[in-house]
């Protein structure tokens, strides 16, 4: 008996493609994705993320363009054929069954655009949010936005969840069950492709966009940060397949937040000593170096300012060679009391310095005084700008798609 619970749900992904084994190597650097033969098949090799298969390659020689065609969940094949075609669409390839019972078919929208169903004669389960690796987002470019999603909406019972105003752009339909949203529809611009594009959620959208690139990937849009503080990049693969991956704004903006918060207490002491930090009433100073994060040309990437963290501080600490310098000065001036004053202490300390410390405790003294003024202060002022426009932000995090949908190995879904 087939599964109603898929009906409406992106359950499997195939890539057409002229080189499988080229394709795999790739996803495999980019995605992190395993190749897995099906046990049935053994030329049809499946993508595995961490909880299972999510989709597979299918060699083509005939000179079809390289695609990504996703498969949607339905719970009586014939009645969605049948309603798809009353409504304007048609068939690319009849039904087929597999050994487990399950059925596929490929069919066509109004609007050109082609997509596969499928319908299970397995339990799948619970559906839960999607994990690195497994797709997170839909997006179909049509000639129709609004007629599309009246086409699909009537085929798989999906909702009208948002819309947003793109300007020139048109509008953006945001689609799914209720309040849980799957994907977007819109008109695509002129000369753009008409094609369904499946977003991978990954962690880290920069760090993904890298990986592709160094692998042999063309970068067609992003790495960007979209409306709710999602991360999308769209990409081309090595063989002309256009792909994208997703990032949540919870994963793209925690390490972001460090700067911001720490950045509200650095002005203070950088303004009050600029050029005093050598003064021995500057510990705390160095608790706030973090804001030096900022600065470090990895604001996007995020995994600077862990690493900044703890060597920025270290020079800081070295303040203490410049307490004996002050000591020293009642000793060789009679107005020692007068030490104490910023200005004419201040003066004299870097001379005394040389004399106390003649190695390497000398330039780093030198060195602390260069990043605790300057730098220290515009760090300061750009973690603090960039803290607050993110913290502005509404945080709306994409979920949905397939998630346990390619737990079981088939063909074509």
């Known amino acids: 008996?087939?599964?109603?619970?898929?009906?409406?749900?992106?359950?499997?992904?195939?890539?057409?493609?002229?080189?499988?084994?080229?394709?795999?190597?790739?996803?495999?650097?980019a995605i992190g994705w395993k190749s897995q033969p099906w046990e049935e098949d053994s030329s049809y090799v499946m993508f595995a993320a961490a909880r299972g298969?999510?989709?597979?390659?299918?060699?083509?020689?005939?000179?079809?363009?390289?695609?990504?065609?996703?498969?949607?969940?339905?719970?009586d094949i014939e009645a969605t054929i049948e309603l798809a075609k009353q409504n304007g669409g048609s068939v690319v390839a009849e039904i087929d069954t597999l050994s487990s019972g399950s059925r596929y078919a490929?069919?066509?929208?109004?609007?050109?655009?082609?997509?596969?169903?499928?319908?299970?004669?397995?339990?799948?389960?619970?559906?839960?949010?999607?994990?690195?690796?497994?797709?997170?987002?839909?997006?179909?470019?049509s000639g129709d936005g609004a007629g599309a999603f009246e086409f699909y909406a009537e085929l798989f019972g999906w909702d009208k969840v948002d819309e947003m105003d793109m300007g020139e752009m048109g509008k953006y339909l945001i689609y799914g069950f209720g309040d849980l949203p799957f994907g977007g529809i819109m008109t695509a611009p002129p000369g753009s492709p008409k094609?369904?594009?499946?977003?991978?959620?990954?962690?880290?959208?920069?760090?993904?966009?890298?990986?592709?690139?160094?692998?042999?990937?063309k970068i067609a849009n992003g790495p960007m940060e979209v409306p709710g503080g999602d991360w999308i990049v769209q990409l081309i693969d090595p063989q002309g397949a256009l792909f994208a991956a997703h990032a949540s704004a919870a994963n793209m903006k925690p390490?972001?937040?460090?700067?911001?918060?720490?950045?509200?207490?650095?002005?203070?002491?950088?303004v009050e000593e600029p050029a005093e930090t050598p003064a021995a009433?500057?510990?705390?100073?160095?608790?706030?170096?973090?804001?030096?994060?900022?600065?470090?040309?990895?604001?996007?990437?995020?995994?600077?300012?862990?690493?900044?963290?703890p060597a920025e501080p270290a020079p800081a600490k070295e303040a203490p060679a410049k307490k004996s310098p002050a000591r020293k000065a009642p000793a060789k001036k009679a107005p020692a009391k007068k030490a104490p004053a910023k200005k004419s202490p201040a003066k004299k300390s870097p001379a005394k310095a040389p004399a106390k410390k003649k190695g390497g405790k000398k330039k780093a003294a030198k060195k602390s005084v260069a990043k605790g003024t300057g730098s220290k202060k515009t760090a300061a002022k750009k973690g603090a700008k960039k803290g607050a426009a993110k913290a502005s932000k509404k945080v709306k995090t994409r979920s949905g798609g397939n998630n346990k949908a390619a737990k079981k190995p088939r063909k074509g879904k």
């Open 1 to 29: 008996m087939a599964d109603q619970s898929v009906r409406g749900r992106f359950v499997w992904h195939e890539l057409t493609t002229p080189d499988a084994n080229a394709a795999h190597a790739f996803y495999s650097k």
């Open 53 to 75: 298969p999510v989709g597979a390659t299918v060699n083509s020689s005939d000179g079809t363009a390289p695609h990504w065609l996703p498969y949607i969940g339905t719970g």
């Open 106 to 141: 490929v069919l066509q929208d109004p609007y050109g655009t082609a997509f596969g169903v499928y319908e299970s004669a397995e339990e799948y389960g619970k559906f839960s949010a999607p994990q690195p690796g497994e797709h997170s987002w839909h997006e179909l470019m």
């Open 195 to 217: 094609t369904w594009l499946s977003y991978v959620h990954v962690k880290d959208v920069n760090q993904t966009a890298k990986k592709a690139k160094s692998a042999g990937a």
């Open 255 to 270: 390490k972001k937040s460090k700067p911001k918060l720490v950045a509200a207490e650095s002005p203070p002491p950088v």
């Open 281 to 309: 009433d500057e510990p705390p100073p160095a608790d706030k170096a973090p804001a030096k994060k900022a600065p470090a040309k990895k604001a996007p990437p995020q995994e600077a300012p862990a690493e900044d963290t």
